[in-house]
Structure formats: structure tokens, C-alpha cells
């Protein structure tokens, strides 16, 4: 069966550093998303991409993200510069179209310490 | 006020039992999900309605839309049914490129 993956599965980062974190989404997915999940939270959307550019963002998106999809495969969401409170799950979502099923990947545990 | 609302937040059953969780929501939907999070934090789509009931195995979700509420029952729950169970709601609307909105979750503890 198709699944999401991301890698890697638990990321630990300096205060400062960049990351990225990267998705495969399933293959003939169209829409792709970015959720995030502070521990003990619920989980969060931070933003949608469809059509090679981001279709809709949170107000918890600002200039430090940005998501590329660098080749037919891949999905990537970068963080310039963490903080201490970047440290959560982000889960990667893809979908066939904006009305379908989404499928979640299993996550990566981003620790910014 | 949150647009997703779950019931209960937490839930302790003895095995066998029939379990309810309960979602309502406060904004005009296309679909919504119910999403399976285990301990080890990844997420497992279970559901996805946007009207009527669903059933797999002994997992069945109804939803009303117009009371804008939706209900997820395990019948005959199992130890292994332990987990945080989510309700997430994809909004009505042409600008909605499909995003969900999650409810805290239910966290759900079935013992033998």
C-alpha cells in the first residue's frame, strides 16, 4: 500500500541552526501539507502546497519556513533558524486532490535544544 | 473557542467494552477525519465522512451534519485500541486547498 514517508524519523539541532525535513509523498499526489505538533498539543497547520507554490499558510508560517519540491519526489520543509520552541512532530500530508482522503506520514521529532 | 471540539479527553475502559468519542465542530465542513496517533506519535487515518456512517471492522463513525457533530464507536474494545483518537475537519469553501482543522484529541486507555 502507498504510505508517506518522511525522514529522518527524530532530528536533534542547535538554537540557531537550520534543518530540513524531508517527505515523500505518495506518487500521484497532487496537494501536500505541513502540520506541526508542539508535545501535548494538538496538532497544528502550517501550510499547503499544490501546483509548485504554497496554496495557503498559517500566521505560525513565517519567513524562517519555506517548503520546496525540489524534484518529482520529494517534499521538503526547511526551518532557517530554530528556536527553542520549533521543538515539536511535524508531520507531512498528501492528498490526490483538495476533496480527497489525506494520508499522514509518520513524522519527524524536530529537538531544538 | 476552538472550531473542533472533542469529548471526553481522556477515557479509561475495561476490555469488551463499547466505547464512544464524541466531535463537534462550529464551522460549515466538506469532510471530516478520524486519525489514529499511537504512542510513538505517528498518524493513521482511519475515517474520512462527510455524511452518514462508515464502518471497518469494529471501528464506526456517523456523522449529522446538521448538528455539526460526529461520533467514533469501537465495539468490543481491545488493549490494543489504546491510543489518542482525533477528530479533524476539512472547511466548506472554494479558498480551502484542503487543510484540516484538529480537535485536541481523546486519549483512550483500554485495560485487560
Known amino acids: 500500500e502507498p504510505e508517506v514517508t518522511q525522514t529522518p524519523s527524530h532530528q536533534v539541532t542547535q538554537m540557531g541552526q537550520e534543518v530540513i525535513l524531508r517527505c515523500v509523498p505518495i506518487?500521484?499526489?497532487?496537494?501536500f501539507y505541513w502540520y506541526r505538533q508542539i508535545l501535548g498539543q494538538k496538532v497544528e497547520f502550517l501550510v499547503s502546497?499544490?501546483?509548485?507554490?504554497?496554496?495557503?499558510k498559517s500566521e505560525i508560517f513565517d519567513d524562517q519556513f519555506s517548503v520546496e519540491r525540489p524534484d518529482g519526489s520529494n517534499f521538503t520543509l526547511k526551518i532557517r533558524s530554530t528556536k527553542l520552541e520549533d521543538s515539536a512532530m511535524y508531520f507531512c500530508?498528501?492528498?490526490?486532490?483538495?476533496?480527497?482522503?489525506?494520508?499522514f506520514g509518520q513524522g519527524t521529532r524536530l529537538t531544538v535544544v | 473557542k476552538n472550531e473542533v471540539e472533542q469529548s471526553p479527553q481522556n477515557l479509561t475502559a475495561q476490555e469488551g467494552e463499547f466505547i464512544t468519542i464524541n466531535c463537534s465542530y462550529s464551522?460549515?465542513?466538506?469532510?471530516l477525519h478520524w486519525l489514529q496517533q499511537h504512542p510513538g506519535g505517528g498518524i493513521v487515518s482511519l475515517f474520512m465522512?462527510?455524511?452518514g456512517k462508515k464502518k471497518h471492522g469494529r471501528l464506526i463513525a456517523t456523522i449529522n451534519i446538521q448538528e455539526k457533530h460526529s461520533s467514533l464507536h469501537i465495539t468490543a474494545s481491545h488493549p490494543r485500541d489504546s491510543a489518542v483518537y482525533i477528530c479533524?475537519?476539512?472547511?466548506?469553501?472554494?479558498?480551502?486547498?484542503?487543510?484540516?482543522?484538529f480537535g485536541q484529541g481523546t486519549i483512550l486507555t483500554v485495560h485487560p
Open positions: 500530508a498528501s492528498s490526490a486532490d483538495r476533496v480527497s482522503e489525506a494520508f
Open positions: 506518487s500521484n499526489h497532487l496537494y
Open positions: 502546497f499544490y501546483n509548485n507554490e504554497i496554496s495557503e
Open positions: 464551522v460549515g465542513i466538506s469532510a
Open positions: 465522512l462527510s455524511s
Open positions: 479533524a475537519v476539512r472547511r466548506a469553501g472554494g479558498t480551502s486547498y484542503g487543510k484540516l482543522t
